[in-house]
């Protein structure tokens, strides 16, 4: 297989040739909004010479400016690879049209402040007790973290791979597992230590029991997922010593990793990131919680084969290399000694 992640041409998010405005698009709409508020605060803060406004004014239109420019040159969210991604960055778009509008509600309060004339003896009305008003920040905001909370439940139960119609990510069941393919992720400091079972094998009978009892005759990779186009890819997320946060940003997935824990996920992509040149484009795995001083090294790799011939091919090599080896890459997956071990979330 000619992978050359050094050559890797990284697809752009938005087709950025001929950059047409698309209102309907969040990336392109809000830094407009943000920049034209950016704009009359200033404008405000230029009548009234009001030093702060004019800060408050220029940090918001140079933010509103690089967002802009970001989205325009396709740095706005990664390439899509999970099916779910969609959903996923659906569920972001509307957190951010709520914090536009609650944005540009809040300067215009400010404005509005600052056009107000001085009150006789030049001391301001304080709203210190104001039940009313305490009452309308508490609860607004309230209602609407409550609303974020539930509106992301059945994207996350499809994300843990249950049921389409499921409302909250509940317990782990073999039974219905659709899963194609088995891989226990374990974190460690500072390596991703992935861990396939053959697929074209028998299915472990446990798999959260299989996650915590590394076997010989399963294929270790360190820092590499592999799998293939339309796999369903059962994650099983594990570490050995502190917390990390396993993170595929082109699938847009993000699971902790807990201590004693087995967390299962699901993936499924309909996509490939092996080009038809035979390069690839790099799909990266980050570990997403600060969990030491090299951190920053738990960087690895998705590769998603264009079939499961072409998998299969890598793995076998990658067994056939390792069966060569005395002592397999087994003994650091070991089960935490911690009572919990083995219990899914
Ligand atoms: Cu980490």
Redo the contacts with the bound molecule.
Sequence with gaps: MPLDPGNSPVPKATESAGFALDWSAPEHALPLIITGMAFVIWLCAFRFRKAWAAIVGINTAAVAAYTAWSARNGHWLPEKANDLAGEVDGLFNMVMVLITVFFILTQCVLIYAMLQKSPEGGRAKPVHGNHTLELVWTLIPGALLVYIAIAQLPTWAKMKGQNAGALLPSGYEVASDPADLLVTVT?K??EWRMRYADPSGNKPEDPIQWASTPATADVHVVNELHAWKGAKVRLMLRTTD????FFLPQFRFKQDMLPGKTIPALLHTDKTNINPDGTERSWEIA??????GN?YR?RGRVVIHPDRESFMTWLNERKSGQSARKEPLASADKPPANPMAGKQE
């Design positions: 974190g400091q500072w502190v917390i990390h946060s570990c997403a919680e600060l969990c030491g951190h738990m």
